[in-house]
C-alpha cells in the first residue's frame, strides 16, 4: 500500500507528460489498443513497476476526459483525401539534397512492442488489394512523393494498393503537422480487424529522400528492419552502449521473424551505421542506410511473401 501511494504521488504527476509525449508522437491516437501499446512502450522504457504502469493508465485516460480532451479519437472525424489519381502514382518528384542535419533513422518508426515481428504470418490477404485513404492534409508534393512510392510496389511486384471503399482493414496515411522529423509504422504487417493501419508522415519524411515512404510501407505490409533479423549477428555488430534507452527496441533481434532471403546491407529497411552499427562483412559499392528506394533482394522479398 505504501509502495502503491508513493508510486502515485511520484509518477501520477508524470503520466501527464507521458500523455503528452504519446500525443505529440503520435499525434493522434485512434484506438484503445494502439494506445496500450504505445504506453506499453513507454512504460518498458522507463522500467516502471507493474502499478506504476497502471497508474498512468488511469491517469493518462482520466486526465484527458477530465479536461473534456479525450485521447481517444474518432477515426471518422478525420478528412481524407481524394484518392491517387494516375498522374500522381506516375509523377517522379524532385527530392532536394539531404538535409546536412538530417537524422539517421525514421523519428519513430515502428511503433509497437519489442520483439513483435510480422512477416509471413501478418501479411495481408490480399496483396492485389490493400486499399488506403490518405488525409486530405497532404500537398501535391507530399500527394507525390506516396504516389512515386507506392508505384515502386505496383512496378515491381504484385502488391496493389487500391483506394479504400467499405473494407474494414486498412492503411491510413497520415499527415502529422510538425517541421520536425516524425515518420511511423504504428505497428507492423497486418493485423485482422485493426481497422485503420497508420503511416504517418511529417514533410520531412519526403522533403529529401524517396525511400522513407517505401521504408514505412514495407513495414506495413509486413518486414521489420533488416538489422534486425535473427542472423544479424554475422553481418553486423550493435553498439549498445551508443544507442539511446527509446531507440534501443529498434535494434533489438525480431526473434519472431522469419528469414525471407538472405541479409541485404542495401536494403531501405537497413538503419545507417552511425555510431550504432559496425558491419562484419564486406560490402563494396553499397551506402548502407540509403534510402533512395527498394533494393533489388527488398524487391525479391516482396515478390517472395507476397506473389
Ligand atoms: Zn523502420
Known amino acids: 500500500m505504501t509502495f502503491d501511494l508513493l508510486t502515485i504521488i511520484f509518477i501520477y504527476p508524470t503520466c501527464v507528460q507521458f500523455c ?5 508522437r503520435t499525434n493522434r491516437v485512434e484506438s484503445e489498443t494502439e494506445f496500450n501499446e504505445l504506453l506499453q512502450l513507454y512504460t518498458n522504457s522507463v522500467s516502471l513497476p507493474h502499478s506504476g504502469s497502471a497508474v498512468v493508465w488511469l ?7 477530465i479536461t473534456g480532451s479525450p485521447v481517444k479519437t474518432d477515426e471518422m472525424e478525420r478528412a481524407f483525401g481524394p484518392p491517387l489519381s494516375e498522374d500522381e502514382l506516375m509523377s517522379t518528384p524532385v527530392f532536394g539534397k539531404s538535409a546536412p542535419d538530417a537524422p539517421t533513422s525514421e523519428g519513430n518508426d515502428i511503433i509497437e512492442l519489442p520483439n513483435k515481428n510480422a512477416y509471413v504470418n501478418q501479411k495481408w490477404p ?8 490518405i488525409d486530405s492534409t497532404f500537398d501535391s508534393k507530399g500527394r507525390n512523393a506516396i504516389g512515386y512510392a507506392m508505384n515502386q510496389y505496383h512496378k515491381n511486384t504484385c502488391i496493389r494498393f487500391v483506394p ?14 510538425s517541421t520536425g522529423w516524425s515518420c511511423y509504422s504504428l505497428g507492423l504487417g497486418y493485423n485482422r480487424g485493426r481497422g485503420a493501419h497508420v503511416v504517418g508522415l511529417t514533410p520531412s519524411c519526403y522533403a529529401s529522400q524517396a525511400g522513407t515512404i517505401m521504408h514505412e510501407l514495407m513495414h506495413r505490409v509486413g518486414f521489420g528492419h533488416e538489422h534486425t533479423r535473427p542472423d544479424r549477428d554475422t553481418y553486423i555488430e550493435v553498439i549498445w552502449d551508443q544507442i539511446t534507452q ?8 525480431a526473434t519472431k521473424s522469419s528469414l525471407i532471403l538472405s541479409y541485404d546491407y542495401g536494403s531501405v529497411m537497413h538503419y545507417p551505421l552511425g555510431n550504432e552499427m559496425k558491419t562484419k562483412k564486406s560490402y563494396t559499392g553499397i551506402r548502407i542506410g540509403q534510402r533512395n528506394g527498394l533494393s533489388g533482394p527488398d524487391v525479391q522479398k516482396l515478390n517472395k511473401m507476397y506473389c
Open 20 to 24: 503528452c509525449g504519446l500525443e505529440k
Open 126 to 133: 490480399n496483396p492485389k488489394e490493400i486499399p488506403y485513404v
Open 246 to 253: 527509446e531507440w534501443r527496441p529498434q535494434y533489438e533481434i
Open 59 to 65: 491517469g493518462c485516460w482520466t486526465i484527458p476526459v
Open 164 to 177: 479504400r471503399t467499405n473494407q474494414k482493414d486498412y492503411i491510413h496515411i497520415r499527415k502529422i503537422d
